[in-house]
């Protein structure tokens, strides 16, 4: 490989970097809030992102195989189409743009907006999320190195301004005398559909767990550095998330964490006071810089690899000079544009998070079908413990959809009904194509 082609690809530290900061953005800084409506106890709360990271990481270590027998961007869109069907695939590929990635470059965004106004209450936020857009657009359309290296750089700085807030909570933050311990009462509520529904947002957190598998043809030596990338990625985010919320319920009366959005700006509030909140609260804001990148950079990739397999959406497959799928680019900031005028913080929170994860669900269900239909495909990497690490991730995602859906049956069916559409799109404009044809 020449150093040419090696500039223009992704090593295993971008493709860390990539999963990184696909996970850690709005989800950890925004659903504690949330989460307290209904719960109350530290030690259940620190449980809840203790236990979506045992569950990223099974899903980390099932995806690692399929990763790497199917090492090519596009994710679930390969995946399903070759082992269940093409609509299943094409299904999957529709919604890693529109709610995969465009949607939550649109949540990050809105959370940006807000910290940022938060901190320097100048312009409109709704303004301020728009236009953070376009900027990260307009930087991965016109140039991959600039882009790489602006990722792997914001991911860094992410990363350090995050431990900072962390050592600071240690040293200086007031212990608000929240338990964390377990009682006999704790027990019973790990089992409730309190902690099932509180799941749902701590899911969406960890969203991104998967990302490098995407952007797989972008990186060096795939086989061996998706897996890695994964893997690395979701324990150092486990920790990160834990420690985190740790210092939240340490450092912050419960009472103003309720219902709330802005819980690191609430935070940093208690720990710095006014002023070092404000400073907190911007750093924040940048610190979703690289979240929202790597949603800018991914999305285009996977509908680029669409338009090579389907003649009517071929336009997409075009990609410059630079190996940049302009078009595709195109398309999702449309798509986020429209979001970002259409729907609340809240409710593209859960509906997002339905889909993914029946996505996911049926890309883990879609190993056993391989494993029995395809036994003489090459598995450079086999799943840990299987079956059970599999059948975990499926079980721990169902348990999850089942309460969501009995809470919140409007956003449940929502996030169904893209799916849904999403393969009815593919038998009409597909037999209509080969009628065109």
């Given at each position: 490989?020449?150093?040419?082609?090696?500039?223009?690809?992704?090593?295993?530290?971008?493709?860390?970097?990539?999963?990184?900061?696909?996970?850690?953005?709005?989800?950890?800084f925004?659903?504690?809030?949330?989460?307290?409506i209904?719960?109350?106890?530290?030690f259940?709360?620190?449980?809840?992102w203790?236990?979506?990271g045992?569950?990223?990481?099974?899903?980390?270590?099932?995806?690692?195989e399929?990763?790497?027998?199917?090492?090519?961007?596009?994710?679930?869109?390969?995946?399903?189409?070759?082992?269940?069907?093409?609509?299943?695939?094409?299904a999957?590929?529709?919604i890693?743009?529109?709610?995969?990635?465009?949607a939550?470059?649109?949540?990050?965004?809105?959370?940006?907006?807000?910290?940022?106004?938060a901190?320097?209450?100048?312009?409109?936020?709704?303004?301020?999320?728009?236009?953070?857009?376009?900027?990260?657009?307009?930087?991965?359309?016109?140039?991959?190195?600039w882009?790489?290296?602006f990722?792997?750089?914001?991911?860094?700085?992410?990363?350090?301004?995050?431990?900072?807030?962390?050592?600071?909570?240690?040293?200086?933050?007031?212990?608000?005398?929240?338990?964390?311990?377990p009682?006999?009462?704790?027990?019973?509520?790990?089992?409730?559909?309190?902690?099932?529904i509180?799941?749902?947002?701590?899911?969406y957190?960890?969203?991104?767990?998967?990302?490098?598998?995407?952007?797989a043809?972008?990186?060096?030596?795939?086989?061996?550095?998706?897996?890695?990338?994964m893997?690395?990625?979701?324990?150092?985010?486990?920790?990160i998330?834990?420690?985190?919320?740790?210092?939240?319920?340490?450092?912050?009366?419960?009472?103003?964490?309720?219902?709330?959005?802005?819980?690191?700006?609430?935070?940093?509030e208690?720990i710095?006071?006014?002023?070092?909140?404000k400073?907190?609260?911007?750093?924040?804001?940048?610190?979703?810089?690289?979240?929202?990148?790597?949603f800018?950079?991914?999305?285009?990739?996977?509908?680029?690899?669409?338009?090579?397999?389907?003649?009517?959406?071929?336009?997409?497959?075009?990609?410059?000079?630079?190996?940049?799928?302009?078009?595709?680019?195109?398309?999702?900031?449309?798509?986020s544009?429209?979001f970002?005028?259409?729907?609340?913080?809240?409710?593209?929170?859960v509906?997002?998070?339905i889909?993914?994860i029946?996505?996911?669900?049926?890309a883990?269900?879609s190993?056993?079908?391989?494993?029995?239909?395809?036994?003489?495909?090459?598995?450079?990497?086999?799943?840990?413990?299987?079956?059970?690490?599999?059948?975990?991730?499926?079980?721990?995602?169902?348990?999850?959809l089942?309460?969501?859906?009995?809470?919140?049956?409007?956003e449940?069916?929502?996030g169904?009904?893209?799916?849904i559409?999403?393969?009815?799109?593919?038998?009409?404009?597909?037999?209509?194509?080969?009628?065109?044809?």
């Amino acid at each position: 490989m020449s150093r040419k082609d090696t500039r223009q690809r992704l090593s295993f530290f971008d493709g860390t970097y990539f999963v990184i900061a696909s996970m850690v953005g709005t989800g950890v800084f925004t659903s504690l809030g949330y989460q307290l409506i209904n719960i109350k106890s530290g030690f259940i709360l620190l449980m809840l992102w203790f236990t979506g990271g045992i569950i990223a990481l099974s899903g980390v270590l099932t995806y690692s195989e399929l990763g790497s027998t199917f090492p090519k961007s596009g994710g679930e869109y390969n995946i399903l189409s070759f082992a269940i069907h093409p609509s299943v695939g094409f299904a999957a590929g529709f919604i890693s743009i529109t709610i995969g990635f465009s949607a939550p470059a649109v949540i990050a965004s809105l959370a940006f907006g807000r910290y940022f106004y938060a901190a320097i209450p100048i312009f409109n936020p709704h303004y301020i999320s728009v236009a953070v857009l376009l900027i990260l657009n307009i930087l991965h359309v016109f140039s991959f190195k600039w882009g790489k290296i602006f990722q792997s750089t914001s991911t860094l700085i992410k990363l350090l301004l995050i431990l900072i807030f962390i050592i600071s909570g240690f040293i200086i933050g007031s212990n608000q005398y929240i338990s964390f311990f377990p009682t006999a009462n704790n027990i019973s509520t790990l089992f409730s559909s309190s902690f099932a529904i509180s799941l749902i947002w701590v899911s969406y957190a960890y969203s991104g767990w998967n990302s490098s598998i995407y952007i797989a043809s972008d990186i060096i030596r795939p086989q061996k550095n998706i897996p890695l990338s994964m893997f690395v990625g979701t324990v150092i985010v486990t920790i990160i998330y834990v420690l985190l919320n740790f210092i939240f319920l340490y450092t912050t009366p419960t009472d103003s964490l309720i219902g709330q959005v802005e819980i690191g700006y609430i935070s940093g509030e208690n720990i710095f006071g006014n002023t070092g909140a404000k400073v907190i609260s911007l750093g924040i804001s940048f610190l979703l810089f690289s979240t929202i990148s790597s949603f800018v950079f991914i999305g285009p990739r996977i509908l680029q690899v669409m338009g090579e397999d389907h003649g009517l959406i071929k336009i997409f497959a075009k990609k410059d000079k630079n190996n940049i799928p302009k078009n595709a680019f195109l398309f999702q900031i449309t798509l986020s544009l429209i979001f970002i005028q259409t729907s609340s913080f809240e409710q593209i929170v859960v509906y997002t998070s339905i889909s993914l994860i029946v996505i996911t669900m049926l890309a883990v269900i879609s190993l056993f079908v391989l494993r029995y239909n395809s036994k003489e495909l090459y598995r450079p990497y086999k799943v840990f413990a299987y079956p059970i690490t599999p059948l975990f991730f499926l079980f721990s995602n169902l348990w999850i959809l089942i309460y969501t859906f009995q809470s919140m049956p409007f956003e449940s069916i929502l996030g169904l009904f893209f799916i849904i559409a999403s393969m009815l799109f593919y038998f009409f404009f597909n037999q209509r194509y080969k009628n065109i044809r």
